[in-house]
């Protein structure tokens, strides 16, 4: 029982930290007055939330506007995103945040996970439910349209009833998987032609 609540909470925690930060991706101040005087001139920021869902090598990659107390500002485009990625590393079993939003960089990954404690087997990312997308879009005006973005994660993983986790025997395996629904705070706001 202990193990099994330990397991849970790990992979929960894991999750949460994930949800946190991608749950800012695309923020933007100007979205909102976007809308109010359905300006299509407005500085949008282009989508930043992307999913790499090939087995073995899933990833999810985001970004955001974030205030510059250095320089008093906002950044002027979005080549000044923060940025941030997400991955499992398939070697070790641990999930892995980059600070760059690449998912093809080798180097500089950073655990969110302790490899000793458990395992990472899975990461998995669903925008759909059968033929029920659980993002949509809506048209707000005569030349703006509103992305409501919302997506399903699921984390699998293991503990060790017995010995270490790295050498733990199926058998012994305390199988977990937890999971969460994220809606993206910041709409996605884009001319519509």
Same mark, same amino acid.
């Given at each position: 029982?202990?193990?099994? !609540?330990?397991?849970?909470?790990? %992979?929960r925690?894991?999750?949460? *930290? =994930?949800?946190? #930060? /991608?749950?800012?991706?695309?923020? &933007? @101040?100007?979205?909102? #007055?976007?809308?109010? =005087?359905?300006?299509?001139?407005c ?5 930043? %939330? ?17 205030? &510059? ?6 950044? $002027? ?10 991955? +499992? ?11 760059t939003g690449?998912?093809?960089?080798? &180097? #500089?990954?950073?655990?969110i ?9 899975g ?5 759909? @439910?059968?033929?029920? %997308? *659980? ?12 992305a /409501?973005?919302k997506?399903? +994660? ?7 009833? =017995?010995?270490? /986790? $790295? !050498?733990?025997?199926? $058998?012994?395996?305390?199988?977990? $998987? ?5 809606? =993206?705070?910041?709409? %996605?706001?884009? @001319?519509?032609?």
């Open positions: 029982m202990i193990e099994t !609540t330990r397991t849970s909470n790990e %992979l925690t894991a999750l949460q *930290l =994930v949800s946190r #930060e /991608v749950r800012r991706a695309n923020f &933007d @101040e100007d979205f909102i #007055e976007c809308i109010g =005087v359905g300006d299509s001139a500085n949008f920021v282009a989508n930043q %939330l992307d999913f790499q869902n090939t087995p073995g090598a899933e990833c999810m990659t985001y970004g955001y506007r974030r205030y &510059d107390y250095a320089t008093g500002d906002w950044p $002027a485009d979005d080549t000044q995103l923060e940025r941030g990625a997400v991955r +499992v590393n398939s070697v070790d079993g641990t999930l892995e945040f980059h600070e690449n998912c093809a960089s080798a &180097d #500089e990954w950073i655990r996970t302790d490899p000793s404690i458990v395992r990472i087997t990461f998995t990312i669903v925008n759909d @439910e059968g033929d029920d %997308l *659980l993002s949509h879009t809506q048209q707000v005006s005569a030349n703006l349209s509103q /409501v973005r997506f399903r +994660v699921r984390l699998t993983g293991y503990s060790c009833r =017995v010995g270490p /986790v $790295a !050498t733990c025997a199926v $058998a012994d395996q305390n199988q977990r $998987a937890v999971e969460t629904t994220i809606r =993206v705070r910041n709409d %996605l706001i884009f @001319e519509t032609t």
